[in-house]
């Protein structure tokens, strides 16, 4: 069938659903029965892709920044400690912190990416652990602006959900956390 065709039928038949992932897990499954997948050891990487949108038509937003998803558990830790030896626990400090950021008006889930001060665009990141011999495990899609380190957590959290906890996870420095 021309590619046209599973296009408009995404749109039109699945695009609210999980269908696709739950046929890509039922294959991954069955190949992990055979051996063939090993989800001990993950390794995870982005890549960015160009959206399909003109970086000059764009709005200017201000939108609230995110605290790190670790954040709320190392304040309970800290103030687990704090009483332990026998001081106040700290006051949980929810400023609302805002930035500014581009947004598409073409295609308004992707992210103005800035790669070096040249190369400036709206685009996708794909982040990805794969097994050892390159099996994909799971996936997940942001906007080109979100950085990698936000998101490790979910990323081996859907992992481990749908194939198992791994042993080893090999990040690049991306990917870095205080966590």
């Given at each position: ?11 039109r038949?699945f695009h609210d ?5 739950q ?6 499954r069955e190949a992990?029965?055979?051996g ?6 993950a ?6 892709v160009?959206a399909n949108?003109?970086?000059k038509?764009?709005e ?5 920044v995110?605290?790190?998803?670790y ?6 830790e800290?103030n687990?400690?704090?009483?332990e030896?026998?001081k106040?626990?700290l ?11 581009k947004v ?6 992707s992210?103005y990416?800035?790669?070096?001060e040249?190369?400036k665009?709206f ?6 652990a794969c097994d050892s ?6 996936s997940?899609?942001?906007g080109?602006?979100v950085?990698?380190s936000?998101?490790l957590?979910?990323l081996?959290s859907?992992v481990?959900e749908?194939v ?8 690049d ?5 205080p966590?």
């Amino acid at each position: 069938p021309h590619f046209s065709t599973f296009g408009k039928n995404y749109v039109r038949r699945f695009h609210d659903t999980d269908l696709f992932e739950q046929i890509f897990y039922r294959i991954l499954r069955e190949a992990m029965k055979k051996g063939l997948v090993d989800p001990s050891i993950a390794f995870i990487d982005s890549t960015h892709v160009k959206a399909n949108a003109n970086k000059k038509k764009l709005e200017k937003k201000f939108v609230r920044v995110e605290t790190r998803s670790y954040q709320n558990q190392l304040h309970e830790e800290i103030n687990i400690d704090r009483e332990e030896h026998g001081k106040k626990p700290l006051p949980l400090q929810n400023k609302e912190e805002t930035k500014e950021i581009k947004v598409s008006t073409t295609d308004p889930e992707s992210g103005y990416y800035v790669k070096d001060e040249r190369e400036k665009s709206f685009a996708y990141s794909f982040h990805t652990a794969c097994d050892s011999k390159g099996f994909i495990l799971g996936s997940l899609v942001t906007g080109g602006n979100v950085h990698d380190s936000r998101m490790l957590d979910s990323l081996v959290s859907k992992v481990t959900e749908k194939v198992g906890k791994p042993f080893v996870v090999a990040v690049d420095a991306g990917y870095k956390t205080p966590y």
